[in-house]
């Protein structure tokens, strides 16, 4: 990702903050140019666009921990910024999240960044008509786009494009008269392990910077969590409960550590570092599935005794083993590791129902085929990050194949059909429901 700014003559701005950061403001995420526009009464095509840039930073700097650390709450589709806002559920955390609650004024893109398995996910969106003035001129943003960022590349980015523009302010001697100066210095010096109880605490919802008392409880609790699981376990945990679910999650950890044998001292940094290929979740879900299936010689329902053992792709295989736990999460639903090169092992709450235990299972199986390596641990959990959407897509696929399927179901299935389906593989109605939305296997009838 590239910010590039080229200041420009405020005048005629009557403020003087907003004079003085006005500016060219060209952004690029890979080959894509998120700031591409139709500008001005005859439409031209820009890249870049003229626009005061320190509204955009106060929003940055306030949303800075959440930008970072905070994952998506909705799965990653084609849906706009715009189309999120109007969602009650996430109207809060679209503030948090999307250059739109950023503009005052300003026409900025429809791009909003989160959290996803150690990078930065970006989506931007192109606007659906003309919104208003840059400047006299009428401006539509044209980009759409998707993208996983290296962490460590967009933090340096953001904080290169923060500090311009206080270096901005301070040549007419406004920043030190800011307290947004401060705030902004005091992130650039924040690190170790006050950068990771910051990062935790924002994962959560949690703004690290209210005074409440409740964040100083908090942050020490999530202190001695840390200090007992490894940390791709922890960002697991923080990214997928809140602070409606943080009490009940903390109790299926506890049961987790008691019995685990991973050391909580190994594992891998959560920053992720391998290459995606341009792949999205569900493709990579929807692919371990089939070669799995396929390597295993499976052309039908997958049987339970499927998961007492785990076979890699070079053939070697593994015992797999499963653990109850006496206490179940609110967004936490099982977790996996490694402890050595001969059994791997499933720690689960007891489910009752067929459908979700062997769901569950299915899920697991994927984090130990494709993200777990000996001597280490991971969490199946609800959230909306790309390593637990691929572990649902591959569950998915793995237990009800769209292939199978695709000469089973109707062009339109009734809900009838569906649930046949269903109990035929053992899996939920709306397991089925979204194999045959996402492959394209017909068009489910309207209740």
Request: glycine letters at 6%; hydrophobic letters at 40%; one cysteine or more.
């Amino acid at each position: 990702m590239r910010i590039e700014i080229e200041w420009v003559d405020g005048e005629g701005i009557a403020d003087p903050i907003l004079a003085q950061t006005y500016c060219r403001l060209e952004w690029r995420i890979g080959d894509r140019v998120v700031t591409r526009a139709a500008s001005g009464p005859s439409r031209s095509l820009v890249e870049g666009v003229h626009v005061s840039v320190f509204p955009l930073f106060e929003w940055m700097v306030e949303n800075w921990w959440f930008l970072l650390a905070e994952p998506s709450l909705v799965e990653e589709g084609r849906r706009t910024g715009r189309d999120l806002a109007r969602n009650r559920r996430i109207a809060d955390w679209m503030k948090r999240h999307s250059l739109l609650a950023a503009q005052e004024g300003w026409i900025y893109p429809d791009l909003r960044f989160s959290w996803d398995d150690g990078r930065i996910a970006a989506r931007w969106s192109s606007d659906p008509e003309v919104l208003g003035s840059e400047g006299s001129r009428l401006v539509q943003y044209l980009s759409d786009g998707w993208a996983q960022l290296d962490y460590d590349e967009t933090v340096s980015e953001l904080q290169r494009f923060g500090s311009s523009v206080i270096d901005r302010l301070s040549q007419s001697k406004i920043a030190a008269d800011l307290s947004i100066d401060r705030e902004w210095r005091e992130i650039l010096a924040t690190s170790g392990r006050e950068e990771v109880v910051n990062r935790s605490l924002a994962a959560l919802g949690f703004d690290p910077y209210d005074p409440a008392d409740e964040i100083d409880r908090l942050a020490g609790e999530i202190e001695a969590i840390l200090g007992g699981i490894q940390s791709r376990v922890a960002q697991d945990f923080f990214t997928a409960s809140d602070q409606h679910s943080f009490e009940k999650d903390r109790c299926l950890i506890d049961a987790v550590v008691e019995q685990a044998e991973t050391e909580p001292s190994s594992g891998r940094s959560p920053f992720a570092t391998d290459s995606l290929n341009g792949s999205t979740p569900f493709e990579r879900g929807y692919s371990h599935a089939r070669q799995y299936r396929d390597q295993l010689g499976l052309d039908s329902l997958v049987e339970s005794e499927q998961f007492g053992t785990l076979e890699e792709s070079s053939g070697r295989r593994f015992e797999l083993r499963t653990r109850s736990l006496p206490v179940g999460g609110a967004t936490l639903r099982a977790a996996v590791e490694r402890p050595n090169g001969r059994y791997a092992t499933i720690f689960s709450p007891i489910y009752r129902d067929v459908p979700t235990d062997r769901f569950v299972k299915a899920c697991s199986v994927y984090h130990l085929l494709a993200t777990v390596d000996e001597g280490e641990m991971r969490l199946v959990t609800s959230a909306k990050t790309s390593d637990q959407a691929a572990a649902r897509a591959f569950a998915a696929e793995f237990l009800a194949p769209s292939s199978l399927l695709r000469s089973e179901i109707s062009a339109n299935p009734e809900p009838r059909e569906i649930d046949c389906l269903a109990e035929k593989y053992q899996v939920s109605s709306r397991v089925i429901e979204y194999q045959v939305q996402n492959h394209g296997l017909g068009e489910l009838a309207v209740a």
